[in-house]
Structure formats: structure tokens, C-alpha cells
């Protein structure tokens, strides 16, 4: 009935928007709130905080739900959902009261923001500083490909705020609020997918956050930034990828049973059915993956190498489904008219979103070599 | 105030092109077809929600239908009704409009619901006769409006409190009727006479801990002989399917002989 609930949604209010939110870059905060009032923002958080008190199984049913017709929006949403695990995890109990209603009812937009022009997944090579000062911190420093960046009431961002007694950097989490002085959005990226999310920089040219606001232990940054991109990051990225897959599954099934060919519909050529074959097995195996790490997450159990599967098989399994989906269309799937293209560019642009393929594999190498050493 | 909102559980009218009779009983085949809640069921139970939004009111949801529905059922607690009463009993099957309204009018005096206002949708989507509500007041001796667009407090001054009644909008073929009128009552509700709204992931989890509660044939107080199939007058006639077949002919012939061929064919066939 949750997923019923979702597609109702999505079929009302994302469905008929997602070609035109993609076509001029629009990110609909406007919906916001009724994700909000449905659940979707909050749905993992508990109830004492504003939430539905499910987990993030259900998270990722949404999430699949919205990247079935708009991945642009699903990636608005998780970079919010982002910042609110942030919170939740590693927040304190003051910290959880003050802000998690707002961002679950949707009335406030968060994100989390760590990657630096010198590089994502280099978290502790963050040029970004926090100085102790006057009972709080000073921040300095740029983040630059941060979704939510113009949007974020509340921005997240890792700084390094000192070093351990070997000489390497410690991170912390701080909590920016939006109008603070010297905090400001710099450059918006013009995406060649995910586009209704906004994507670009955040500046902070000596901007002071007090002591409550750093979340999580301080210098204890880079667990929390890991643990959260880790988990529900890369999980929200390979719902992202499921929510394609499906698409690409539903349209090639559409369009083969529609277009005639040699009088017949060409879902009855077997060459067009291997493609369907292909893209449905990806489809079964891409959320088989989601899913199992889903559950392992809410099972309170370690997800990161099982979200990096998922999210590294299913993104590549995306990008090659939405390539499969136009060939089978023909002349018509390279048409704006048809999603596809859409579905090409997203696919194509939540590969290097939250770790490119080539760090999930040095995660799940790192696991495997751990898992199944004799 | 209580409102009562009945529901029926029929195949999605989305899938319709899938449905089928079954020669033998001439009834509909439902396997492989979603079961949704009627979806002017839906714009009845909304307006009961729209009520209950602005105004003290319980939402009791009724009806019948076979067990598997019940999952329908609770989606109208999660859309915000407060409890739920399903009417399920294999002598229940094959009943038409009468027996179903009497059947309905049973589970009510059972259940000892009192309503100010039953709501239920102008006509299911499968059957479309627009009969069970009507009937349902009838069985009950009250009265009824159908074709209700709208749903109205009146707010005129010196209603006493508890004594409301309501202003109704009823679509007529030319414009509306307008009617001021005091429960009890039943009203059936136009379908997209509004807008059902969606169901929360909240109103999902609340809905595991509203009660749903199934009676069967031995709780109400009826007779084998009045409900379900051996209860209702209406039977199936014959099911014939035309035969729209084409078939060519060949006319050969002077111009002159074609064209007395064919006018000869044409005046055969009308």
C-alpha cells in the first residue's frame, strides 16, 4: 500500500512535470511540503521527530518511485534525506528537536555538502578550514558539484578543524543556516543530467557557526560524512537507477507492443526481445541489490560495500538499459518527445554521483578481500 | 457526527480492456485484474474527510466484498477514516443491487451505527447502475440525494450546535439543484466531484492500528434465502456475442449491371 501510496504521487504530480522540470532545469520546491504532509522526506525518521518512524526499506521505495519518471527530483530528495541521516545519526537530542520537524514536514530544505575542487571521494584532502573562535568556529573555504546548494536552508558541510597527533587532517560536520554572513552559492552548474536538481557551490568566506552547531563528535567528521554518503547515499543512487531501469523497462514494453512493423507489433522479433530480456534482468538484479542492502541498513547492520554494489550494477545497468531502450525505439527514441534521452542523461550522470564506478569497485574489492579470505 | 461512507471494490477501470464474462455464470473473470476502491467511493469518502477536517466527526467505512479487499479497505483508513467494517461470506457472492443494499442496511443495524451521514458513490464503476445507494436509504427510511457535487455546512445564524444541516449541491442536466437539508440523510457522490487525496506513508502506519473488523453470514440477521445470489431477483439473460465478420463478393458485369448489383445488395441490407 506505501508503494501505491508513492506512485499515486508521483503519478499526479511528477509524471505530467518531469520532461519540462528536465527541459528547463527547474527544481520544484514548491513540492516540498506535500512530500512533506505524504511522508516521503521523513519517512525513515521516527514519529517523535516529525517522521512516520519506517526506515530507509521504505526510503528507497520512494525514491524508486520518483526516478521512475523524474530522477532529477529523486536526487533533490536523498541529497535532503542527505543531511536529515546526518542529523538523526549523529546529531544530539537538541540538535534533532530544533531541526529534523522542519526538514521532515519539508518547510526547510537540507543537503550535504563535502566535495572540494581537489576531489570528492578525497574526503580528508579538504582544503576547506574550521579555526576555533569566540566560543564557535570560523569557516573558510569552497565546495563546488554540492546538490541542494541553492536551495539548502541548512547546509552540511565537512571542514578540517585539526589534526590528530600523526599529523592528519580531522574533519568535522557543521551545520551552515542559509543568510549566515559570508555563506553564499556560488557558481550552478548547467548538468547534463539529473536536471531539476540543483548542482553547484557553496562559499564560505569566513562564516561563523557556533558550537552547537557541529554534528556529530568533533574531528569525528569523516565517519559521519562516510557513513552517510556510504549508506544512504549510494542506496539513494541506485534507487535512482532502479527508478530508471523501470522506466526504460515500461517504455521499450509500451513501444514494442504499439509500433508495427512488417504488420506485426515488433515485440513479437526476437531481436527486440533480447532487449527486453536484458533490460528486465537488469532490472531484477538492480533491485535485488537495493533492496538486500536496504534491509541490511535498516537491520542496523554495516550496508557501505552492499550500497556500493548496488549503486555501482546499477547505475552502469541504467545507462546501458536507457542505450538499449532508444535502439530499440529506433528513430524514435532519440526524439525529446519519448523519455529515453532523459533517461540516457540521468543514467548516465548518477555514474559519477556519490563515488564514480571506480571507487564503488575499490570499496567492494576492499570488502571482498576482508569477506572471503581463506 | 458520525459519517458512514460506503465502498465497493471493483477491477480497475484503468484494466478494463482485460476483463472478461465467464459464459457458464456470466460473471465477471476478476483474476489478473487490480481491485481499487470504486473511484466515486473515493470522492465520497473524501468529502467525508473534508468534513471531518473542519468539524468533530468519526468516519466509519462499510462494505462488502470478498476477503481479499480487505486491503482496500484499510487504504480508506489510511486516507484518514477511523474504522472499518467489511461484509464478507461466500452466500454474500452473486448478490445484486437489492440484495446488496439489504445486505448493507444488516451489517449497519449489526454494527449499530447511527450515522448523521452516509455517504457512497453515485455508481460503481463496473456495474454503473447507481441503484445501492437509493436503495440503501430506502431499506433504512431516509432520505437521499443523488448526483451530490457538493457538501456544504450551513452556517446560518441560530443553528444550534449539534442540530447542523447541511446545503447541498446536486448536478442537474441543466445547472445545479441546490437543497438545505438535515440528517439523517444519504447522499451519493458524483464521481471527480473532488479531489481524493493521496494516502500518507503516516496514514499507511496508522491504518495497521484502526479496526477492521470482518462479519460474516452468522452475524447479521439474515436468511440464506435474501442475500447473495439466492437474494436478488435480478439473472443473467443470455450472453450472445454479434458477429461482425467481413466477408467479399465479387460483382462482374457491365458498368450498368454492377450498378444495378449493388443497389440490389444495398437494399437487401437495410
Not at chain 1, 521505495?61 to 530528495?77: D, K, P, Q, T
Not at chain 2, 473532488?194 to 479496526?211: C, D, E, F, H, Y
Not at chain 2, 461482425?244 to 462482374?252: E, M, P
Request: proline share 4%.
Amino acid at each position: 500500500m506505501l508503494r501505491e501510496a508513492f506512485a499515486d504521487f508521483v503519478n499526479q504530480e511528477v509524471a505530467p512535470n518531469a520532461a519540462k522540470w528536465d527541459s528547463e532545469d527547474h527544481c520544484p520546491v514548491e513540492l516540498f511540503p506535500k512530500m512533506g504532509e505524504l511522508g516521503i522526506l521523513g519517512v525513515f525518521v521516527p514519529e517523535e521527530y516529525g517522521g512516520v518512524g519506517l526506515g530507509h526499506t521504505e526510503r528507497v521505495i520512494a525514491l524508486e518511485e520518483i526516478a521512475r519518471h523524474s530522477a532529477g527530483l529523486a536526487m533533490f530528495v536523498f541529497t535532503h534525506q542527505l543531511g536529515v541521516a546526518a542529523l538523526l545519526e549523529f546529531g544530539n537530542e537538541a540538535q534533532k528537536k530544533k531541526y529534523l520537524p522542519s526538514l521532515c514536514s519539508g518547510e526547510k530544505i537540507t543537503g550535504l555538502g563535502t566535495t572540494e575542487p581537489g576531489g570528492g571521494s578525497d574526503l580528508l584532502g579538504a582544503a576547506t578550514t574550521a579555526e576555533a573562535k569566540d566560543g564557535g568556529w570560523m569557516i573558510r573555504g569552497r565546495k563546488c558539484f554540492i546538490t541542494n546548494s541553492h536551495t539548502a536552508d541548512y547546509a552540511m558541510i565537512t571542514a578540517k578543524s585539526g589534526t590528530d597527533e600523526k599529523g592528519r587532517n580531522l574533519l568535522s560536520v557543521f551545520l551552515i543556516e542559509k543568510g549566515a554572513e559570508g555563506f553564499n552559492p556560488g557558481r550552478k552548474e548547467n548538468k547534463m543530467g539529473l536536471r531539476g536538481s540543483v548542482t553547484g557551490e557553496l562559499i564560505m568566506d569566513h562564516v561563523f557557526v557556533a558550537e552547537d552547531q557541529v554534528i556529530g563528535a568533533l574531528g569525528k567528521g569523516y565517519g559521519v560524512a562516510s557513513k552517510v554518503i556510504g549508506e544512504v547515499g549510494r542506496a539513494s543512487m541506485a534507487a535512482i537507477s532502479v527508478g530508471i531501469l523501470r522506466g526504460c523497462l515500461e517504455e521499450s514494453v509500451r513501444f514494442s507492443n504499439k509500433r508495427i512493423v512488417y504488420g506485426k507489433p515488433i515485440s513479437k522479433l526476437q531481436a527486440i526481445q533480447f532487449h527486453i530480456a536484458e533490460i528486465r534482468l537488469a532490472y531484477e538484479a538492480a533491485r535485488l541489490l537495493l533492496y538486500r542492502a536496504a534491509k541490511r541498513k535498516d537491520d542496523g547492520k554495516s550496508a557501505v560495500a552492499e550500497c556500493s554494489l548496488a549503486k555501482y550494477y546499477g547505475t552502469e545497468a541504467a545507462a546501458s538499459a536507457a542505450k538499449r531502450t532508444i535502439e530499440l525505439m529506433g528513430a524514435y527514441g532519440i526524439v525529446n518527445e519519448y523519455p529515453t534521452g532523459r533517461f540516457l542523461r540521468d543514467a548516465l550522470t548518477s555514474i559519477s554521483s556519490g563515488g564514480t564506478s571506480e571507487i564503488q569497485k575499490l570499496i567492494i574489492a576492499g570488502d571482498t578481500l576482508k569477506q572471503y579470505a581463506v | 457526527m458520525q459519517i458512514l461512507v460506503c465502498v465497493k471494490p471493483v477491477p480497475d477501470p484503468e484494466k478494463y480492456d482485460l476483463l472478461m464474462i465467464d459464459p457458464e455464470t456470466r460473471r465477471l473473470i476478476r483474476e489478473g485484474i487490480p481491485t481499487v476502491i470504486n473511484p466515486a467511493d473515493k470522492n465520497a469518502l473524501e468529502a467525508a474527510l473534508r468534513i471531518k477536517d473542519t468539524t468533530e466527526a468519526s468516519i466509519t467505512v462499510l462494505s462488502m466484498a470478498p476477503d481479499f479487499c480487505a486491503d482496500r479497505i484499510r487504504e480508506c483508513l489510511a486516507m484518514g477514516a477511523d474504522e472499518a467494517y467489511l461484509l464478507s461470506d461466500i452466500r454474500f457472492g452473486g448478490a445484486d443491487t437489492y440484495a446488496t443494499s439489504r445486505t448493507l442496511m444488516k451489517g449497519i443495524e449489526t454494527i449499530g451505527l447511527a450515522p448523521d451521514l452516509i455517504l457512497a458513490g453515485n455508481e460503481s464503476a463496473d456495474g454503473a447502475t447507481a441503484h445501492v445507494p437509493v436503495q440503501l436509504a430506502e431499506w433504512l427510511g431516509l432520505p437521499h440525494i443523488a448526483n451530490v457535487s457538493s457538501i456544504e455546512r450551513d452556517t446560518r445564524a441560530g443553528q444550534a450546535p449539534g442540530a447542523a444541516s447541511w446545503i447541498i449541491h446536486k448536478k442537474a442536466e441543466q445547472g445545479h439543484i441546490r437543497y438545505r437539508a438535515r440528517p439523517p440523510i444519504l447522499l451519493s457522490v458524483e464521481r471527480n466531484s473532488n479531489r481524493p487525496r493521496i494516502v500518507s506513508a503516516l496514514g499507511v502506519v496508522k491504518s495497521k492500528k484502526k479496526k477492521l473488523e470482518i462479519l460474516r453470514f452468522d452475524a447479521l440477521d439474515v436468511s440464506s434465502d435474501t442475500v447473495g445470489y439466492a437474494g436478488s431477483p435480478t439473472k443473467a439473460g443470455a450472453l450472445s456475442i454479434p458477429d461482425l465478420s467481413r466477408t467479399g463478393q465479387r460483382v462482374a458485369g457491365t458498368p450498368a449491371e454492377i450498378a444495378a448489383a449493388f443497389m440490389d445488395i444495398i437494399k437487401k441490407s437495410i
